[in-house]
């Protein structure tokens, strides 16, 4: 096996990466971009996704941690809409865009246009993500997004078989594809809660810190193998257990939590920035399949089925979004009240990613090569589209639309309630247990405890107050800055031992950790 490619896609799009955070524009579109250019440069390998590996490879970690990093609470709350748009809308715009696909492109098959309604239908978890966490959107918005984009992709495999059971002639019915949908739904839902629970207690059980993270890394595939061998869905097996997990996330060992973030920022980082990449690199690929559907025609096609893609998504979410308030006083009265400016963002937010091509890419040579090339093609040019024209104009269409700004002041005075409240319960609690014998502690040890749930009390309050005149830093930063350099005068002094011979490189190792728990302690106490 050649790793060079495979080095070179990892280093490219990590660079790239890297390059986009110093600038405005989102980093899949600067990949995506990238991966477009580099791809007719000379001695570039040829990159083709494959469904084998990107179905259950890359998206249950992606899944994953997108599950894991939001809120169980949130979503919630925001259940009803969250399903409209992860069932409701992805099943209406298969058969808006099938159909108008149908229309508009002679000798289309009306089975292969589902497909291809199928396939275009839902956005894309690792997209909608990262636009939102870089844009700033309201919490709200971002929670329904993140929600749809984590469950919709399970409606739309689910879509996709049925229709390309149809397409190729597999005898599907209605009354089949509502049975496979409720198999895949169900049976994805009930592998997730049979596995977080034991799942759970192995990570608060596992002693070994690299064990848990084992584990963790394990955990996205096990969830997702298990349900897709009973036929149901491992995206929403995936999507239940990373929910679980996160929720209960502060029960598990503090220095597992602490690897465990870390990794899996590395994942996260490494698979979305080559997933965007080897989107923009697949259109040497896609062009040379394309056969008979050249030129002009083919292009007119592509931008037909875009604007029927956005419009579909417009004529969903607005209903979606008022027309239930008006028919139901409970709705009213327990959901906030959206705004228009809400549903133009949450429609404009469509953007189409890695699983929908990687679905396109699985269509099989059962189905006619022509109806099949020209799918794949439409459903390139639709990602492309989606991730360009709709991630571009997103972030100027938020700050035209004026949202109103986080209140920053009252976010801190929730936190500085919320930690004066830990504070006192944890003052308490150290005053019943030095009052055991058991636990005394010379005057100094027990003093210094006590100081440093004072700085942990007061370091959010802090933050309210003004800044130095000299150098603009905030207390907080000052503090940090200090701290920093105090720990980095102990570390030179350790190292310059270890250099004498004065300890050994296993003494050092052991010292400069203990430095950098403390720093990132210092650090956290005042993030």
Do not use: C
């Amino acid at each position: 096996m050649d790793v060079m490619p495979l080095l070179l896609l990892v280093a490219g799009s990590a660079a790239v990466a890297a390059a986009a955070r110093r600038t405005p524009a989102p980093a899949p579109l600067l990949l995506v971009a990238a991966g477009l250019a580099v791809s007719y440069l000379p001695g570039v390998p040829s990159y083709t996704l494959d469904p084998e590996v990107v179905l259950p490879l890359l998206l249950p970690p992606l899944l994953y941690t997108s599950a894991s990093d939001s809120s169980y609470l949130d979503l919630r709350a925001q259940l009803r809409p969250v399903a409209l748009l992860s069932v409701g809308y992805v099943l209406f715009a298969t058969v808006v865009v099938g159909w108008a696909a149908y229309l508009l492109i002679p000798g289309l098959p009306l089975t292969a246009a589902l497909v291809l309604g199928a396939v275009v239908a839902p956005p894309d978890a690792v997209a909608a993500t990262a636009v939102a966490r870089r844009v700033g959107l309201p919490s709200r918005i971002t929670t329904i997004l993140q929600g749809e984009s984590l469950l919709n992709d399970a409606t739309a495999i689910t879509a996709y078989k049925v229709a390309l059971g149809a397409a190729v002639g597999a005898g599907a019915t209605w009354a089949g594809g509502i049975g496979e949908f409720l198999l895949a739904s169900v049976g994805g839902v009930g592998i997730g809660l049979v596995l977080m629970a034991p799942l759970h207690w192995l990570r608060t059980h596992l002693t070994e810190p690299l064990l848990q993270n084992t584990l963790s890394l394990l955990i996205p595939f096990v969830a997702y193998g298990v349900a897709e061998q009973a036929h149901a869905s491992g995206v929403l097996a995936v999507v239940v257990v990373a929910l679980y997990l996160g929720h209960r996330a502060w029960e598990v060992d503090f220095a597992t939590r602490l690897q465990e973030e870390a990794v899996w920022k590395m994942v996260a980082f490494i698979l979305e920035s080559a997933v965007f990449a080897l989107i923009g690199l697949q259109l040497p690929v896609v062009l040379k399949r394309l056969g008979e559907y050249e030129g002009s025609t083919a292009a007119w096609y592509a931008v037909a089925v875009f604007l029927v893609v956005v419009a579909t998504r417009f004529v969903w979410v607005y209903p979606a979004a008022f027309v239930p308030r008006l028919l139901s006083r409970r709705i009213r009265e327990r959901e906030e009240n959206p705004t228009w400016r809400g549903a133009m963002v949450t429609a404009w937010a469509g953007m189409r990613g890695v699983v929908s091509l990687a679905i396109a890419f699985a269509i099989p040579a059962t189905m006619s090569d022509g109806p099949r090339n020209l799918v794949l093609f439409l459903t390139f040019t639709t990602v492309i589209g989606t991730l360009v024209v709709q991630g571009v104009t997103l972030p100027p269409l938020i700050r035209l639309l004026k949202f109103p700004s986080r209140d920053r002041q009252a976010e801190t005075l929730a936190e500085a309630n919320a930690q004066a409240q830990a504070s006192r319960a944890a003052e308490s609690r150290l005053d019943d247990l030095l009052s055991d014998e058991r636990n005394a502690l010379p005057p100094p040890l027990a003093d210094r405890l006590r100081q440093v749930l004072e700085r942990r009390r007061n370091a959010v309050w802090e933050r309210l107050g003004q800044t130095n005149p000299v150098t603009g830093e905030s207390v907080d930063d000052t503090y940090r800055r200090l701290s920093r350099e105090m720990i980095s005068a102990e570390r030179e002094v350790f190292v310059r031992l270890r250099d004498l011979r004065y300890i050994d490189d296993e003494m050092l190792r052991a010292l400069l950790r203990r430095l950098d728990l403390e720093e990132a302690a210092a650090y956290r106490e005042t993030a």
